[in-house]
Structure formats: C-alpha cells, structure tokens
C-alpha cells in the first residue's frame, strides 16, 4: 500500500489521516502518540481493535499482528507471541514528529523524559532493561517507606543505583551526541546564528555507590512523605536559544522550529545507533513551519528512507511522492 520513499496522506479534517499515521506508530513501537491509554484507541461501538501490518526490509518480510480486547494485548510478531507490546522497540524505529510536540518545551517533565526513554529504548536494548528494573526497584521501595517498615530497604536501594547509573549514562551520553546534528538543523531552518542547545537535568549523582550513599541518607525524610525523592525519574531535559531558556524566552515560531529541528536530528542519531534508516512520521506537515521552512524539510526529507506525512490537501510539488488519499475512514 505504501511507497518506499515518500508517503503524503492526505485529506480532510477528521477523516482518518491520523489514525492511519498512529498505526503505524503502534506496529514500529508499540505506542501510541496520541494517548497512553489502549481503551482510547478502541473503536466507538467496538470491543476491540486488530493491526496487522507486513514489513518488508532488505528483501525480508516480518508480519505484525496487534490485538487488545480492553482488557489484554497480544502481539504477534512473525511466529512469536507476546503479552507485551515491549519486543516491538528497536524492530522498526520510527521518530515522529506531531502537533504536540511543542508541549516538549513547555509541558511537565514527564513528557521531555517520555521523549528520552522512547529513543533509547529504540537504539538501546539494555536501557529498557534498567529502567524496569529501575521503576520495580522503586516501586517496593515506595512501599516499604509508606508502611514504615525499612529493614528490608537496602535490597532494592541497590537495584535502584546499579540501574540509575546505566539509565544516568546513556541519557547524558544521547544528549551529548545529539547536540551537534541539533545546532546543524536548526542553523539550516533559520540561516541565522542562534544557538540551540539541550541540557540534561538531575537532582541526583550519577555514581550507583553515590547514588546508594544518597538513598540511605534520605531514608527517614522520605518515610515521612512515603516517595523517592530522587532518581532518573525526576529527570528534566532543558531546551535554550542563545543560552537563554526556550521555554520563558522563545518566540512560538522559535520553539516550533526548535522543535522540528530536534526530530530531524533525532532521526540523524537514530540511524547512527541502529545503522539503518529509521521510518519518518510528520502529522500536518503544512501546520508545522512557514513555507520557506517547509521546502527545506521536503528536501531534507528525500533522504530518509520511508517517509510517512499527513497533509489536509494533495501537494502539487510532490512529483515523486506515493499519495493516500483517506476519506471517511478509508484509502481512496
């Protein structure tokens, strides 16, 4: 159905173009970008929801088959079954660039660390690994200091460094590598010289023996408010322009094509780590810059493998574009 270059789906407003670009995202990662919740994706009036998707790469082809009835998830990858969406990560990668990107720079930290888990997990087997074990690790700890009972702490305290320094040193290790592709995109968006940078925030030491030494000390604070008050899971990821930061200073037009520069330069990193070209979702690709802006990403794109792009109207500079056009829910 779809071309091996370029991929314009256009149509109207609520028609179905989104929908189509968010299956594509649960069968590449098992995510959908549009809501945490699987219920949500469920049909109006229906029990359940069914993708099943062939992708063919190198000559070889690998079926993906998604089921969840509201209640459990199935996933069938070639000839395995899992209950799990997770061993979908890092099979077919995929940077996708939507609307609510602009909350990146504004939004709660949740969303900034939502944005480094899912790359990493994509390009780093291992980091999926340490962050579950991280989050579990936590998990009981939480527990333990809520009922007040510590002796049994330290086990999961350890659990917690070992896998906070792993976590700790990809993130800084991703964000320092991904410093130069971000100055590179965002100079070819604007010509200009502002500088853009993104800068990685913990309230914690890297170190798993510091990190430890930390825990223990905060063990009674914390059993009074019955939480961790430090780890990876506090994370920020800080976004400036000109040193300054973008999300109290920044103009929208700055934060847009901040933004827009920091996927392309996600992808650029992306396909470094994997040594392969990852899968390329713009939604409203005509709402995202100006029109000067949007050549240069037409361009840009020509050279990133599968490209998948929603539009409200069928562009007439596409020449070599593969165009869907999605009308009431189906492809015309």
Same mark, same amino acid.
């Given at each position: 159905?779809?071309?091996?270059?370029?991929?314009?789906?256009?149509?109207?407003?609520?028609?179905?173009?989104?929908?189509?670009?968010?299956?594509?995202?649960?069968?590449?990662?098992?995510?959908?970008?549009?809501?945490?919740?699987?219920?949500?994706?469920? @049909?109006?009036?229906?029990?359940?929801?069914?993708?099943?998707?062939?992708?063919?790469?190198?000559?070889?082809?690998?079926?993906?088959?998604?089921?969840?009835?509201?209640?459990?998830? #199935?996933?069938?990858?070639?000839?395995?079954?899992?209950?799990?969406?997770?061993? $979908?990560?890092?099979?077919?990668?995929?940077?996708?660039?939507?609307?609510?990107?602009?909350?990146?720079?504004?939004?709660?930290?949740?969303? @900034?660390?939502? +944005?480094?888990?899912?790359?990493?997990?994509?390009?780093?087997?291992?980091?999926?690994?340490?962050?579950?074990?991280?989050?579990?690790?936590?998990?009981?700890?939480?527990?333990?200091?809520?009922?007040?009972?510590?002796?049994?702490?330290?086990?999961?305290?350890?659990?917690?460094?070992?896998?906070?320094?792993?976590?700790?040193?990809?993130?800084?290790?991703?964000?320092? #590598?991904?410093?130069?592709?971000?100055?590179?995109?965002?100079?070819?968006?604007?010509?200009?010289?502002?500088?853009?940078?993104?800068?990685?925030?913990?309230?914690?030491?890297?170190?798993?023996?510091?990190?430890?030494?930390?825990?223990?000390?905060?063990?009674?604070?914390?059993?009074?408010?019955?939480?961790?008050?430090?780890?990876?899971? @506090?994370?920020?990821?800080?976004?400036?322009?000109?040193?300054?930061?973008?999300?109290?200073?920044?103009?929208?037009?700055? #934060? #847009?094509?901040?933004?827009?520069?920091?996927?392309?330069?996600?992808?650029?990193? $992306?396909? $470094?780590?994997?040594?392969?070209?990852?899968?390329?979702?713009?939604?409203?690709?005509?709402?995202?810059?100006? $029109?000067?802006?949007?050549?240069?990403?037409?361009?840009?794109?020509?050279?990133?493998?599968?490209?998948?792009?929603?539009?409200?109207?069928?562009?007439?500079?596409?020449?070599?574009?593969? +165009?869907?056009?999605?009308?009431?829910?189906?492809?015309?």
């Amino acid at each position: 159905m779809f071309g091996p270059s370029f991929n314009v789906i256009f149509g109207s407003n609520a028609q179905g173009k989104t929908n189509l670009l968010e299956a594509i995202s649960l069968v590449s990662i098992g995510r959908s970008f549009r809501t945490q919740k699987f219920n949500e994706i469920i @049909r109006d009036g229906a029990s359940f929801f069914y993708i099943e998707a062939e992708i063919i790469r190198d000559g070889v082809s690998q079926k993906v088959q998604i089921t969840f009835d509201g209640t459990a998830k #199935k996933l069938q990858l070639n000839a395995n079954e899992y209950t799990t969406l997770s061993p $979908l990560l890092g099979s077919f990668p995929l940077v996708l660039s939507t609307p609510e990107d602009m909350n990146l720079t504004t939004d709660a930290p949740a969303i @900034r660390r939502r +944005f480094l888990n899912l790359h990493l997990a994509q390009s780093k087997p291992l980091y999926v690994h340490h962050f579950s074990r991280f989050w579990h690790a936590m998990k009981q700890r939480n527990l333990l200091l809520k009922s007040k009972q510590l002796e049994s702490i330290e086990c999961w305290e350890h659990a917690m460094a070992e896998s906070a320094e792993h976590i700790s040193k990809e993130r800084q290790s991703f964000i320092q #590598k991904l410093q130069e592709p971000l100055q590179k995109e965002h100079y070819n968006l604007t010509q200009n010289e502002e500088l853009a940078e993104i800068k990685l925030q913990s309230s914690y030491p890297s170190s798993a023996p510091l990190y430890l030494e930390a825990l223990k000390k905060m063990r009674l604070k914390e059993r009074d408010l019955g939480v961790t008050l430090h780890g990876p899971h @506090r994370d920020d990821l800080l976004f400036f322009i000109q040193s300054k930061p973008a999300r109290f200073f920044a103009s929208e037009g700055q #934060k #847009k094509t901040l933004i827009t520069a920091l996927r392309f330069a996600e992808w650029k990193h $992306l396909s $470094l780590q994997m040594d392969d070209k990852p899968f390329m979702g713009l939604d409203d690709f005509c709402g995202m810059l100006d $029109l000067n802006r949007q050549k240069y990403l037409k361009d840009a794109l020509q050279f990133m493998g599968q490209v998948f792009m929603t539009t409200p109207t069928q562009p007439i500079d596409f020449p070599s574009a593969h +165009f869907l056009h999605v009308d009431q829910g189906k492809i015309l």
